[in-house]
């Protein structure tokens, strides 16, 4: 069966079933386009979700597409082979179990394991993938989507083994069996193969013409049209086209991302470098440091090693001592991952020849911009003189410089018992990378750390902590620190923020008390007017606001600010992260009362005291609204709930004298009371049948919203309700009072009733 | 013997043949009649304007008239004399706006304002009409006036028509199957759209009448009376101005209305493109493919589907773009996808993903409903970008055990660590998950894991995967057993040992939460190693590829195929340790034994249950417990 015609027809009966299964049939559709145009971040957020779909609802063949195109994306164009290669074996193990064995994807499940050996260590494992691959090709026919893809594989292999004649050959054995088959046109990865095995062999003549013979690459998707267009690259140098080899030569940035073009890309600029386009920089040697790297997280250890032998030949020529050694090490901790290392000795022994020449030379002892002229001059410095504390700095710092920050970190760390700014460099630098958990243990002896140093260590750790999120200890540990130097003013303010984000207000107030006659008004006294408005310290809200000129109100120093100072609205963050306004009125800088009731199906706010941040979320809408603008604060605590409870009535509008009526009542018994539907809505009149009269004369409709305190009875209301809309020519209708109220007939006859009339 | 001799001979052409074919797939639908022959409108425009210098009004009038079936074109341009006629409107390719293009190089003739490229937009008429009719006054010879009708195109008529005004009227009489285009509100709907960019005013009564009883048309009835947004340097408020880029994009949308808008190019500089995006209000899912792009060059609608100008993790976004350097293809239903495009895009990505950043800092309600309308989309969005990535990361929210949370809180509500679960339902997974008091991020979410794992790795907080082995070594903490008493770690390890030499291994951890004694953990690298290495695997899979898998798996330690961690950290567990000790304490633990050993069983939902005990003896001696307790109670 072919790959694609399945894929169509399950496509389409998923898109027949339920919304899971719709859902499902969408990212089938995305995710082979996603993979093979390198849009792999989709194809990461998309696998998780389709992969539970298929598993929900059973579709294993759906479940061995999903995981085939997971890996094409990270083994086939990322070249990824850590994990991926135990996923490689249990899909291989899934693929072939009863019920997947009859998938047409199954066989592809065993090029992706073939792959990913090809990535670990190509050369070493030839053997077993031309194995794989000629047993492959015998169970299909050129009609197989995945026959262009599994014969690609197979020239790999003989490439890898530097074999292009054989793969030349194998390639023409390939296009007969095809063009039998009536496919007459040569995949794409055949006429790719063929141009490289063809360049290999010094025909890059006639390699430069198969690859111009593939018109429209981008067709292929951009994952081949980057690879086509990098084989032109090689094949332009081969021909001495230099200039036009330069040109087509893609920026690092384009291919970065995407393991697969990584190594030709490392082969091409070094042929640039040789024949002189392109300059042989420390800039370069980062690059291809930061490639190396990726190929061995990867677990592309061939091309680890590749690539560092490529670094350290290139480091050699522009006489960067310390650099080459470096990268001969890494060559060698590679190698040792390989089966065949001794593919790569010849290589090795040219750099290291190249070296012995370059360690003859003087090394120039005037310190230099550039990393690798200082790591050598400070290399030769050690031979000198013991490491003192400077030139450890100066090592580090220029191990940073040409990428080598793990090994910048391990120098600090072996040194930094010795001299505390190293320990402190160390911590920074500890901090960068996020690993808390070395900062801690850096900090586990901090008794022998100098006053200069100590300070400097505490505020790194502090912030390693509050990355953390871990606030109490970050408080704890600023607390400490003050208790010793309490001048710190910066960590102080820190210690101020860390307890506020952690809600410990009385430890925020007292560190901003503290801080505020050292800083100018203005810096420290709103944040205090909030924290002392949470306690209510009103003597402490008086002494900020007399910094800040505000007008302070009369009364007793200590007594709670209670004034009417205008509508705002309160932004309320609720447990589940939403967002709620309310409207309120300012009886404080920073303290409101909320006089809005919200629905019932909302968290309740209705009389609520809080405190908020004195920062106007709709600063940015002033200079529209001009004299209409009301400010929005977003409320850090509610210092006295309103306890109350909100139910929603609806109804006939009885007027405005029995509406008035009502509303003193309720106002009698301190009860909230909201009309939340404007005059002039209507609906018609539910005691007419509608199927009678086509148009039923229309009726004033109201809603409103009631709040009780929530110890309130809800019979009570609902009593009293009952008593004062006797006379209403139609009830006001609140089914959810009558439940509360235990009246559960009445609350469905409500229910019913408004469904009907809707009013 | 004859000689042969060779002559030249000239390749002929079927005109009607061509005539059926470029009608038939040059255009994909008839509304492009109305398009090309605005556009012709126009450009008979602009040509009176080049050549005959400023003096005259110029205005297109489109008239629908559905009693008649008849669309109607007429404009106050150049006209056609009788030889214009025959040269360029009744040649096909030959159109005179390429002659005069070539010389828009001339200072004096102006800036890229002719629309017509092909010679090819005259043939659209026949597509849609039974019968065209033309009566054109000529700005050169004003004193005549001629008619030209055809009906298909491949003959026409042409005599001298009654005195007209200088300019074009063309008719078009319908074919049946395109009646809809005397629809006048329906053509008006689509110059809304389509002719939105044009300089003269293009009018589209909707009542015919109007123009028929003389009755002026207010230069504010032209359906492209309001300039677009980015070619509007009127002076206005901030909150108009938005106002109306918004009414303008809410032309471009049907199935959406715009939540915001965010401008494409700064009028003080000459970007590549020009024009306006918008965020459709409406709720998306994360592979959601909204994006809907409406392009104009030369101020004419060239597509109304670029969606591929913007990224695709843009499928709530539309835009409508202006720009030169984009070249349509033959058509003009499409673009040329060349440098211009590619340069096109980026401008677009970099103007969506700056003016979201602007949109969060300085309207955050509107961001916020951004936020909610599109949270999955987002998600996925910032895993593709950088910039978006600092943006979202920390707003968005994740689907987690606790309901939808950003990733601050998570971290909050976690003591320092993220836990993240890719669980299939029923396995240890989620039962560890339900007993742990902390939120798990639900990896099988859109877009979840990535962006979660991103966020983590960026601040150095350890993400614990449940189900994976690293996930297992982070959360149970083995405990060694020179750390309990003496005897104690061998007699829990026997106590729990399988029913009937299962392999399941007892390892003592400590792990939250305390209230969980034990848990069951397969290992399923062993489980993978012990398939591979099976016998029946050298029946299902063939000998090459199971070799390389075999490479693998026998760099797996083996080892039984599950595990059982007995929780040190829940006190019972703690308890029976103590007692199981020592053989006279020990007897006293078998009550608690047969209660918790089936327990472990039962908790379990899938096939790692069956190795330590099937469900049916785990419920008999839970049965057989609760009958000695109730025949030991008093």
Sequence with gaps: ?759 | MAEHSTTLHKTRVDLEGLMKVLGDHLYSTPMVAVRELVQNAHDSCERRRIESGAGFEPRIIVLADPSAHTLTIEDTGAGLTDDEIRRYLATVGAGYTRTLRQREAEPEVGSNSLIGYFGLGFLSAFVVAERTEVWTCSYQQPELAWRFVSRDGQTYTLETGSPRPVGTRVTLHLREAHRALANPLAVRRLLIRYACLLRHPIFCPLDVSMVASGLGLAEGDAVNAEPPPWRDDRELAPLRRRKLALEFAGRFESDFEPLCTIPIGDASDQPEVRGLLWIQDATTYGSSDNRRVWVFVRGMMITDDARELLPRWAGFVGAAIEGLGLTPTASREDLQRDGAYDRAAAQLLDALVEGLGQIASEQPATWRRILYRHNEALLGAAICDARLFALIAEQATIPTSQGDLNLTRVLERSQGKIYVSQAQRGGFEELLFRALSVPVVQARRYGALAITRRWAEQRGVPLVMLGTERGEQALFRRVEDHELESGAAEGLRRAFAAEDGGEVEVVLSRFAPAHLPFVLVPDREVELKQRIEADDADRRISTAALGLARLFTQTIAAGPPVRLHLNLDCRVIAQLGERLGTPERATAAAGALGLLRPLVALLSQTDEQQRYMSSEAALTQICELAERLVASAP
């Design chain 1, 1 to 759: 069966m072919n790959i694609w015609a399945w894929v169509r027809e399950t496509n389409a009966r998923l898109r027949r079933g339920e919304p899971n299964a719709q859902r499902l049939a969408q990212l089938i559709d995305e995710l082979p386009t996603a993979a093979v145009n390198e849009a792999h971040e989709r194809v990461d957020s998309m696998v998780p979700e389709a992969l539970a779909l298929a598993r929900e609802l059973d579709e294993p063949w759906v479940q061995l597409f999903v995981r085939h195109w997971n890996l094409q994306s990270r083994v086939l164009h990322r070249r990824s082979a850590g994990d991926e290669l135990r996923e490689a074996v249990s899909l291989l193990d899934f693929a072939s179990g009863t019920q997947t064995q009859a998938c047409p994807q199954s066989v592809c499940a065993v090029q992706d394991l073939a792959v990913c050996y090809a990535i670990r260590d190509g050369p070493g494992y030839v053997p077993e993938r031309l194995a794989v691959a000629q047993e492959t090709l015998t169970r299909i026919d050129p009609s197989w989507g995945c026959f262009d893809c599994i014969s690609a594989e197979y020239v790999s292999a003989l490439l890898d083994d530097d074999k292009p004649e054989q793969a030349l050959a194998f390639i023409d054995r390939q296009a007969k069996i095809a063009a039998e088959h009536g496919e007459l046109e040569p995949g794409f990865n055949s006429r790719l193969n063929r141009a490289r095995a063809l360049t290999l062999l010094d025909q890059a003549a006639q390699a430069l013409e198969i690859v111009d013979g593939i018109r429209d690459p981008a067709h292929y998707g951009r994952s081949r049209q980057m690879a086509h267009r990098q084989c032109r690259v090689a094949i332009l140098l081969k021909l001495g086209r230099v200039d036009e080899a330069l040109a087509l030569h893609p920026p690092l940035s384009a291919i970065i991302d995407t393991g697969g073009h990584l190594r030709d890309w490392v082969d091409n600029v070094a042929g640039l470098i040789d024949v002189g386009a392109v300059a042989n920089t420390a800039q370069l040697g980062r690059d291809l440091l930061v490639i190396q790297r990726q190929f061995f997280a990867s677990s592309a250890y061939w091309d680890t090693a590749r690539t560092a032998l490529t670094g350290a030949r290139l480091a050699a020529a522009r006489g960067a001592r310390v650099v080459t050694r470096l990268l001969l090490d890494e060559v060698d901790a590679a190698r040792g991952q390989l089966r065949r290392p001794e593919l790569l000795a010849a290589g090795r022994r040219e750099v290291e020849a190249s070296l012995a020449t370059l360690e003859r030379d003087p090394i120039s002892i005037e310190p230099s911009d550039d990393p690798e002229r200082e790591l050598d001059r400070l290399a030769h410095a050690d031979t000198q003189d013991p490491d003192p504390a400077d030139h450890l700095l100066a090592r580090a710092a220029a191990l940073r410089e040409i990428g080598r920050a793990d090994l910048a970190r391990t120098l600090l760390e072996a040194t930094s018992a010795a001299h505390g700014e190293v320990r402190l460099e160390l911590a920074r630098t500890l901090l960068a990378a996020h690993d808390h958990a070395a900062l801690d243990q850096l900090f586990v002896d901090e008794a022998h750390d100098d006053d200069l140093h100590w300070l400097s260590l505490r505020w790194v750790l502090g912030q390693s902590l509050r990355e953390r999120g871990l606030l109490e200890r970050a408080i704890d540990l600023d607390r400490a620190t003050l208790a010793r130097v309490p001048e710190a003013y910066p960590i102080r303010l820190r210690l101020a923020e860390a307890a506020r984000a952690h809600g410990d207000w009385a430890t925020a107030l007292d560190a901003l008390e503290l801080a505020a006659p050292s800083v100018p008004p203005g810096t420290v006294d709103w944040d205090r007017i909030t924290a002392a408005t949470v306690l209510g310290r009103w003597a402490s809200v008086r002494a900020a606001m007399a910094r800040l000129g505000l007008e302070i109100p009369g009364g007793e120093p200590d007594a709670p600010i209670t004034a009417r100072l205008g509508a705002i609205r309160c932004e309320f963050i609720e447990p589940d992260g939403e967002r709620q306004r309310c409207w309120a009125v300012r009886t404080s800088p920073c303290g409101a009362r909320v006089i809005e009731i919200s629905l019932p199906t909302d968290p309740q706010h209705f009389r609520d005291q809080v405190v908020f941040e004195p920062s106007d979320l709709d600063a940015h809408l002033r200079e529209q609204a001009q004299d209409d603008h009301c400010p929005c604060f977003e409320v850090v605590a509610i210092t006295e709930p309103g306890d109350t409870r909100a139910f929603l009535l609806r109804g006939h509008d009885p007027g405005p004298a029995a509406f008035e009526q009502l509303r003193e009542q309720l106002r009698d018994r301190d009860y909230g009371f909201e009309r939340i539907t404007s005059a002039g809505r209507t609906a018609a009149d539910p005691r007419v049948d509608a199927n009678a009269d086509p148009e039923p004369p229309q009726l004033p409709t109201v809603a409103v919203l009631i709040a009780i305190p929530n110890a309130t009875d809800p019979a009570e209301l609902r009593e009293l309700l009952r008593v004062t809309t006797a006379g209403w020519e139609l009830p006001l209708l609140a089914p959810a009072l009558d439940e509360a109220a235990g009246a559960m007939e009445a609350s469905e006859r409500a229910t019913a009733m408004l469904q009907r009339w809707r009013p």
